[in-house]
Structures are given as C-alpha cells and as structure tokens.
C-alpha cells in the first residue's frame, strides 16, 4: 500500500512580509507560525512522515520541533521542493502532498476532503478554490488592457498531492526556476490533475494583514472543533 509523506517547503524568506524573522517563524498565537501549520499533519493517522524543508544556513529552527528537517532548499519554492524529495527515502508510488508552510489555517476537514477525493485518483490534484472577483489584465501605468473572463479559473492552494515518482520527474523535467507549484509541473508533463474544493480560510501569510487575519481564522477553527 502506497504511504503518504508531507513535505513543507520552509526554505523562503518571506521578503514580501517585511522584517528580519522569515514569515513561518513570526509568532502566532503564542507560537512560531509553521507549528501551527505542522500540527494538523503531524497528528492525522494516515501521515507516514512529515518534513520540513529549510534553508542551509537556517538559524531559526529548533532541533526539538515537530517533523523531520532537511536543510536543503533552494533558490526557488520548486527547488525545495524537488531538493526534500530527492533527500527523503519513498518508493515511486508513495503519494507526496506538498504544503506550504506559511499555510498554518489548514483543517482536518480539508486534508481528510482531499485525501479521500485523490485516494484512487491516476494522477493527484489540489485544493483550489473558484476565482470569485473580476478580473482585470494591465495594460501598462496601472491602466487597465482588458477583462479576462473568470468562468473556469481556480486558485490553486496546497496541499497538492502526488505519487513520488510523478512529481520528482516532472520538477526536473520543467526545470525549477518556472513552476510557482507541483501542479503546473505535473501538467507540463501532459497530466490534468484533480481539481479538489478547498477552503478560502486555508490562505497563505504573504503580507502583514494576513498575519492579523490567520489569528482570527484560527480561533474560529478552534471554537468549532471544541
Ligand atoms: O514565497 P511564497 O509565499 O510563494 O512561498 C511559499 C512557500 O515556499 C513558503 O512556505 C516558503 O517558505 C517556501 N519557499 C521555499 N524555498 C524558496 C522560496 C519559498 O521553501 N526558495
């Protein structure tokens, strides 16, 4: 039976967010943001092995965290993510789900949703979500070119789960400077991956505001599961 392993890729430095301290490690809620992202993983049954991928020269990471550490990552997210799979030990058909780490407002619910959705799927998928504003193509000097019709448009979000074998050959094969996530490199090979309905609530901490906004997200989560 195919094993299921987490690989977070850690290896950012979070410029967007401003300030010295990478963004998975600014404090919330009383604890290093990727703890909170690493909790839901490390406590699902189903989980073989949890790592986290981290920059050589990482001096932020406590040797008594919890996951497997790796202090391989990259220049680029793909190629910390090809890096962590190339230092972990899986066979081809072990499935991989990919996480980013400054998601910390991943559910139960939503990783169980996408386990069960890709659980016999030939090829793996995402949680993503339907692009719900409109939107508006630049044209230059902050003018608009034209509206691009959103009918059939997701965000992708992660997780995103594939067999081992699958994404090892398609992150090198794409190369990892381009694919901004696994499955733009699964699909240059030819796949479709599935397309599985996450959650708006699983947002990724880019900017100041959405630290505020993962606390608050937080604590509703806590208030329904308890
Ligand atoms: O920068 P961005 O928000 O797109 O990063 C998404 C995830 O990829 C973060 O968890 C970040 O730490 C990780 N990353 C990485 N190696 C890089 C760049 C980003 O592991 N070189």
């Not at 699902?44 to 020269?57: A, K, L, Q, T, Y």
């Not at 407002?105 to 949680?127: F, K």
């Not at 479709?192 to 100041?208: E, F, I, M, Q, S």
Request: include cysteine; glycine fraction near 8%.
């Amino acid at each position: 039976m195919a094993r299921k392993y987490v690989l977070i890729p850690a290896a950012g430095s979070g410029s967007r967010m401003g300030g010295e301290l990478p963004k998975q490690y600014l404090p919330l809620l009383g604890k290093p943001l990727i703890h909170h992202t690493l909790s839901v993983f490390c406590a699902h049954p189903s989980i073989e092995r949890v790592f986290v991928v981290i920059g050589p020269d990482d001096c932020h990471w406590q040797s008594d965290w919890p996951g497997e550490v790796l202090r391989c990552g990259g220049a680029t997210r793909a190629a910390s993510v090809l890096n962590g799979l190339l230092h972990m030990a899986a066979s081809e058909d072990d499935w991989v789900l990919v996480h980013d780490a400054a998601r910390p407002c991943m559910t139960r619910e939503l990783l169980d949703r996408l386990l069960d959705a890709l659980e016999d799927d030939p090829v793996g998928g995402l949680l993503a979500v339907p692009v719900a504003d409109t939107l508006k193509r630049e044209g230059g000097a902050g003018r608009i070119d034209r509206t691009e019709p959103r009918a059939g448009l997701w965000r992708a979000q992660t997780p995103q789960m594939f067999r081992y074998g699958l994404l090892r050959t398609a992150l090198k094969a794409m190369g990892t400077e381009l694919p901004t996530d696994e499955a733009q490199a699964v699909e240059f090979l030819g796949h479709a991956p599935r397309l599985v309905p996450g959650d708006d609530r699983n947002l990724k901490v880019t900017y100041p505001a959405d630290l505020r906004m993962a606390e608050l997200i937080l604590k509703e989560i806590w208030k329904e599961i308890t």
